[in-house]
Each structure stands twice: as C-alpha cells, then as structure tokens.
C-alpha cells in the first residue's frame, strides 16, 4: 500500500500544516505516520508521499515542487471496517488539502 496527498498552505497562517496518514479500525488508532519530518512553510505547495520502505523525509525542493515522504509498515493488510485517512495538524482557512490518493 502506498498513499499521497497535494496540499497548499495559504499566507498568515500559525501554525504551519503536518500532514499525517492515520490507519484506524473506525474508533481507534492503529498506526499513524507523519509525512514530512517538518511541518509546510506557508505560501507553499507541497506534495507528500508515504510507502514501504522509506524514510521520513523534511521538506525538499523550492514551492511549487516541495516533496516530502513518510514510512510505512511492509505489508499493511486493513481487515473490513478498518480506514486510511489524513489529519492535518496546523490546517487553517487559507489551506486547501486534496483528499489522499490510496494505492493497494
């Protein structure tokens, strides 16, 4: 499983936005992970990544080309009921997030 999200962190916000992939079973969390080890400058667009296998990274490259990876577990197998998400902590009314792209 790999997932993404595109998100645009609007001018005078605070704080900065972190977006996070959240895997519950509807009432509790099971694994989160955050996708950058920093949080989104404002006035950016940043895209954020989170697969097998990979680090978390900070935030690399210049607006509008910022791209940012977060880990997951190896095999991640979801029994029915089970959700993938994104919170973003730091999300204001200048902020615009795309809903996550899941890849099974």
């Known amino acids: 499983m790999a997932a993404g999200v595109l998100g645009?962190?609007?001018p005078g916000r605070d704080p900065d936005a972190q977006p996070i992939?959240?895997?519950?079973?509807g009432a509790n969390?099971?694994?989160?992970s955050v996708g950058s080890s920093?949080?989104?400058?404002?006035?950016?667009?940043?895209?954020?990544t989170w697969a097998p296998d990979i680090q978390t990274s900070g935030q690399i490259g210049a607006t509008?080309?910022?791209?940012?990876?977060?880990?997951?577990?190896?095999l991640v197998m979801l029994p029915a009921g089970y959700r993938t998400r994104t919170v973003t902590l730091?999300?204001?009314?200048?902020?615009n997030y795309g809903g996550p792209s899941i890849y099974v």
Request: proline fraction near 8%; hydrophobic fraction near 35%; aromatic fraction near 4%.
């Open 8 to 10: 645009a962190a609007g």
């Open 90 to 95: 730091g999300i204001g009314a200048n902020t």
């Open 38 to 48: 920093a949080a989104q400058p404002v006035s950016t667009t940043g895209s954020y």
């Open 64 to 74: 509008p080309n910022i791209r940012s990876t977060g880990a997951l577990p190896e």
């Open 29 to 32: 969390t099971i694994y989160e």
């Open 21 to 25: 992939l959240v895997l519950d079973d």
